[in-house]
């Protein structure tokens, strides 16, 4: 989109538009309302009040990790108060500085974790910090960390004929995210028994279960994806 000067993200050590006390908005398409009828078609904006960490920790003890960067809405004493509900995660938390607008936080969770129904008890909402990954963000090719790519469909495979002697193949899934290196991992009575993508089946695998375990792994992270169990192993006297 051409003409549509994009918002600043907050970088490390910028803690002007950080600073607790300060007044920031939200916005997003999450629901106005207790039912999911009540998807908004406009985009909607809610101020919020930049909070300490050690408020946060108050209201979820052992939950905030410095990563993360908060806001409540401290004004409203009656009615519905502004939070993000759900449908708004992802959404950006902005402060309007000297500079202009500045993203200090991407929307993440909040007052569900304690059951509470959105906009009705005074608990924070909880923020992904940017400045904590500003350079990942800026990155004009950041690595990504491999995901599975159809979680759903695609998965783990264990192939072959399951017999003593016969060799069993582990066959991962198409991974997304940056080029990773693949490692695999076979258990067997709850213990690691092979690191290569094949093994062959022996005696003592007869009428137990084999599975293996896929990992990807590249500068972004890394995911195991575990295999469902090939069977019981039939074994050919």
């Known amino acids: 989109m051409t003409g549509v000067a994009p918002v600043a993200v907050a970088r490390a050590g910028d803690t002007a ?6 007044s920031g908005s939200i916005f997003g398409y999450g629901l106005t309302g207790p039912s999911f009828r009540s ?23 052992h939950a905030i990790i410095p990563s993360e960067i908060c806001g409540q809405d401290l004004k409203t004493r009656r009615g519905p108060l502004v939070q993000a509900c759900p449908g708004d995660s992802g959404g950006p938390f902005i402060r309007q ?4 607008p500045v993203q200090i936080g991407i929307t993440s969770w909040g007052p569900e974790v304690k059951d ?28 990504i960390q491999p995901f599975p790519a159809d ?3 695609d998965f783990t495979r264990v192939t072959g004929v399951p017999k003593v002697g016969q060799t069993l ?23 690691t028994i092979s690191r290569s ?27 195991t994806d575990t295999s469902p169990r090939v069977g019981d192993l039939v074994i050919g006297r």
């Not at 089946?201 to 137990?208: E, I, P, Q």
């Open 97 to 100: 500085t000297a500079m202009g």
């Open 17 to 22: 538009a950080q600073r607790v006390g300060e």
């Open 39 to 61: 998807q908004p078609r406009a985009l909607q904006a809610g101020r919020m009040t930049v909070i300490s960490s050690a408020a946060c920790k108050r209201a979820y003890p």
């Open 116 to 143: 509470a129904k959105c906009g009705r008890r005074h608990l924070p909402g909880v923020y992904m910090r940017t400045s904590s990954f500003a350079s990942f963000i800026n990155d004009p090719n950041p690595v």
């Open 169 to 191: 193949t582990c066959n991962p899934p198409q991974f997304g995210g940056s080029p990773a290196t693949l490692s695999y991992r076979w258990i067997f009575n709850f213990k």
């Open 197 to 223: 993508q094949t093994i062959v089946a022996t005696n003592a695998m007869a009428a137990h279960r084999v599975g293996c375990h896929v990992t990807a792994r590249n500068a972004g992270g890394r995911f």
């Open 151 to 153: 979680p759903e469909h």
